[in-house]
């Protein structure tokens, strides 16, 4: 069972360019979740998604966009990126969500630097 | 907007001692409260997680507490060892499937 898987896992960004962070889970869990982490800080929810189609803003949306076609995956997107955007990124995901009491999975995260 | 604190935010204590980890959270109006491991360069990991309506949860050595009426968690280690070494972040849940995290306490249990 592979649970939540990022890729990749390590990447250096120049100013302006754009990417995506990919993010699939295998536990056909509902609710999928973005978030940052900065030295020293604990995780900021970037965007999340109840389920397939339906997504909404967390708590530091500027400068990201998401999808979410599938129950499977759930891709972050990086539009003109900038130093600001230098961090540690988490895809996470729990089944049902709205009414459980089931904990996240998180993946190992992606480290992003951008120069 | 929801405010989560922990305190301490780094604590180093010898071998075999018991601990508490604090967790503070400014809004009540909760539907559980998480407490996470995370060791150097990895994701999270779920250590126990406390229904809004509950008082505490076990888990072998750990035993997290939730008072919500006064924004308070306490995670306690009985009998320390050095694997358990790492950050410890705790998180607060609405019933929205919003979350938000303390900035975690640092844990170092020295041999």
């Known amino acids: 069972n592979a649970g939540v898987t990022q890729t990749p896992k390590f990447r250096i960004l120049k100013i302006g360019q754009s990417m995506t962070l990919q993010c699939a889970q295998d536990?056909?869990?509902?609710?999928m979740y973005w978030y940052r982490q900065d030295p020293g800080m604990g995780l900021k929810l970037i965007y999340y998604s109840v389920g397939a189609g339906i997504t909404d803003k967390g708590e530091v949306p500027n400068g990201y966009n998401v999808s979410r076609s599938t129950t499977e995956d759930f891709p972050l997107r990086l539009e003109l990126a900038a130093p600001s955007q230098t961090s540690v990124y988490f895809c996470a995901s729990n089944p049902q969500g709205k009414y459980s009491n089931q904990p996240q999975h998180f993946g190992d995260g992606t480290r992003l630097s951008i120069l | 907007k929801q405010e989560v604190t922990q305190i301490p935010a780094a604590l180093s204590v010898p071998e075999g001692e018991n601990l508490v980890l604090n967790c503070s959270f400014t809004?009540?109006?909760?539907?559980?409260l998480q407490w996470f491991r995370q060791d150097p360069g990895k994701g999270l990991t779920s250590l126990l997680l406390i229904q809004s309506s509950q008082r505490e949860q076990t888990s072998g050595r750990l035993n997290a507490s939730l008072d919500k009426s006064s924004g308070r968690s306490t995670l306690y280690i009985a009998a320390s060892q050095p694997g358990d070494s790492a950050t410890y972040l705790c998180?607060?849940?609405?019933?929205?499937?919003?979350?938000?995290f303390g900035d975690g306490t640092t844990l170092t249990v020295k041999p």
């Open positions: 536990m056909n869990h509902n609710y």
């Open positions: 809004d009540s109006a909760i539907y559980n």
């Open positions: 998180a607060v849940y609405t019933n929205a499937g919003k979350s938000t």
